[in-house]
């Protein structure tokens, strides 16, 4: 049959030659009936394309099915594509209800539906359009039998644990296995997913050698059988690097660190992808290897990367209930020049917090760890002291997905005084200097570090040292940090549990003035909610100053709950805390100071925004909180 678009006839009478407008008036008569048959053949423009379009219906479509089903006979039948076609004969809707019936039964077996009735007919009615009927019965939906995934190439013939492992867990992660209703969709998202757990490791040239689904429409089953060939196993050969101009081309192998001979992996080659684009010298890298390549056992490894600008500046503000309205400024040049080191240098003006700092970081070595070297200066103000510290540091650190690692000497010096001026001495204020070997550790398994919603985090640093000022004293120092995101359901909406607990100590004679950047503060919008900016801390005289602890311990238990909106899913969420904590100067005093309270959280581009109000049980009032940024 010829394609219906081809039967059209042409409805519309040959023009009969247009008529000539009326003569423009030399004056105003005559424009008001010029105006007026404007009017009405614009008017009668704007109608015939809506009345042409009404017209354009061929024929209706009602579906009698199950509710299972019908959406998709709607959606997906192939006489909807004929419905605009204009001046179909009765015949020719015929022929096209013979292959719709078709298509009905293929739409249906799709979705495992192989013994469905399907009846089309059409219905006339005297100055109606025709309508067609589908009728569908679809039957049982077929159930996956048996499921049999065999292997050839490199991978059936290897015997050691890695290979049996690999073959095991693409049996393990099938995901259309017995029992299972079979569609479709299913069996192909199956196979593809069986052909990804495959290349993942080791057999980047791996393909589905055959692939079978034996149906037997009378039992409603399916047997599925799928053959992988691995093709031989990889190893990472030389790395050929393009694209570098600006920065050293040693620096690309340093940072993603393939070795050669490694076994090829996936997912070692998107890590070794992040930690280029995580260094700040690149802004997008890929890696990959050729699976066509003549010799597997060392495939040459394809990096191509676009370097980052040499210098980079960033400003930015913000505000918090602790430290009122802030700004912020970022400089980073990526080799400075004669050492060739990377600097970032910021600063930041706050009434609480106001700092400025340099990072210097060397190039990484072979194994990862680079050189670098830290200064600081720092004015903190929490309303009755004011501590001025300057810090300087010099060691080594390295950085991997989720740990970092760091070893350093470290110089520091504080100055206390009074909010009038006053400066205040001795070793309970924290003035002094000392001079410390620390060695810190921070591993991070987050989901996002933006706006995480499940995960972990631990840091640790061990310190040991002397102060420098009166009575030099050796000390040691201690601090521990632990966070924990617990999903209460398995949806993106359920409710979840954020967990904190942190710990630190400061081992030292009594009499030893170890600087206050050394010792411990606490309270406020990330500590102890409730209390105020480092307001907990050792009382003295009569409570009137608030100084620094050598023994800190605090903790939070808060429940997460995404407010329900369909406007605006996952935008907005309530919690509710608890949070306490103490400073002492021995573990034997520590006594939990106690905040309780509620508030919403605003997920935003920048971090979730949080604004909470929090009543102190010590202090015997409520206090308001605004944060934004997620730290740890």
């Known amino acids: 049959m010829a394609h219906p678009q081809a039967q059209r006839k042409n409805k519309h009478p040959p023009a009969c030659g247009r008529p000539s407008p009326p003569p423009s008036p030399a004056n105003g008569r005559g424009r008001k009936p010029f105006r007026q048959l404007a009017a009405l053949l614009l008017g ?24 299972t089903v019908r959406e998709l006979i709607e959606k997906h039948n192939n006489l909807e594509r004929y419905r605009q076609v204009p001046g179909l004969t009765p015949a020719e809707l015929d022929h096209l209800l013979a292959a719709g019936e078709r298509g009905v039964h293929d739409l249906l077996g799709a979705q495992g539906y192989f013994s469905p009735q399907v009846t089309l007919r059409r219905q006339e009615a005297p100055g109606a359009r025709p309508k067609v009927v589908i009728e569908a019965d679809p039957g049982v939906q077929a159930k996956v039998r048996q499921v049999s995934i065999t292997f050839q190439g490199a991978i059936a013939d290897a015997h050691d644990a890695d290979a049996a492992r690999q073959r095991q867990n693409i049996m393990e992660q099938w995901s259309l296995p017995a029992q299972r ?3 479709q969709d299913a069996w192909s998202s199956a196979k593809t997913g069986a052909l990804r757990a495959l290349t993942a490791r080791r057999y980047p040239a791996g393909n589905i050698a055959d692939s079978r689904a034996d149906i037997d429409a009378d039992a409603n089953s399916a ?8 093709g031989p196993p990889f190893k990472l050969g030389p790395m050929q690097v393009s694209g570098v101009q600006r920065y050293e081309p040693q620096l690309v192998p340093r940072l993603a660190r393939l070795a050669p001979g490694q076994v090829y992996d996936q997912q070692s080659l998107e890590q070794a992808r992040q930690r280029l684009t995580a260094s700040g010298y690149y802004d997008t890298a890929t890696i990959f290897i050729d699976p066509q390549t003549p010799a ?12 980052a600008k040499l210098q980079k500046l960033t400003l930015g503000g913000g505000y918090s209930t602790d430290g009122g309205p802030r700004a912020s400024l970022q400089y980073t040049h990526n080799r400075v020049p004669i050492l060739g080191w990377r600097a970032i240098t910021g600063l930041q003006l706050e009434k609480a917090d106001t700092f400025v700092q340099t990072d210097l970081r060397g190039l990484p070595a072979e194994s990862g760890w680079s050189l670098g070297a830290f200064a600081k200066y720092r004015r903190q103000d929490d309303g009755q002291l004011v501590t001025t510290s300057q810090q300087l540091r010099y060691g080594r650190s390295r950085s991997d997905e989720n740990l970092e690692r760091s070893e350093y000497l470290q110089l520091d010096r504080a100055q206390v005084s009074t909010s009038e001026g006053v400066i205040l001495s001795g070793a309970r204020v924290g003035d002094g200097m000392a001079l410390s070997l620390n060695r810190a550790w921070t591993r991070r398994q987050f989901d996002s570090m933006q706006a995480p919603t499940r995960g972990y985090g631990l840091a640790a640093e061990l310190g040991a040292g002397a102060t420098l000022e009166g009575v030099r004293k050796p000390f040691a120092r201690a601090q521990a940090r632990w966070m924990q995101f617990v999903p209460l359901g398995d949806t993106p909406r359920a409710s979840r549990l954020a967990l904190r607990a942190e710990g630190a100590a400061v081992i030292a004679n009594q009499s030893a003035r170890v600087p206050g950047s050394l010792l411990f503060r606490t309270g406020g919008n990330t500590t102890v909610r409730g209390y105020g900016y480092r307001t907990i801390g050792i009382d003295y005289d009569g409570g009137r100053v608030t100084g620094p602890g050598r023994y800190m311990a605090v903790g939070s238990i808060e429940w997460q709950r995404p407010i329900q909106s369909e406007s605006y899913p996952g935008l907005f969420e309530h919690i509710v805390f608890l949070d306490a904590g103490d400073i002492a100067q021995r573990p034997g005093n520590l006594r939990p100071r106690a905040g309780v309270g509620t508030g919403v959280i605003m997920r935003t581009p920048v971090g979730p925004l949080e604004l909470d109000l929090a009543y102190g049980l010590k202090p015997r009032h409520f206090r308001l909180h605004l944060n934004v940024g997620f730290t740890w």
Request: zero cysteines; charged letters at 20%.
């Open 44 to 67: 009668l423009a704007l109608a015939l394309p809506a009345a042409s379009a009404a017209d354009t219906t061929a024929f209706d479509i009602e579906v009698r099915a199950p509710d």
């Open 181 to 183: 209703t079979f569609t």
């Open 296 to 307: 597997p056992e060392a495939a040459p490894v394809q990096v191509q990367v676009t370097e």
């Open 223 to 230: 047997s599925l059988n799928v053959r992988l060939d691995s």
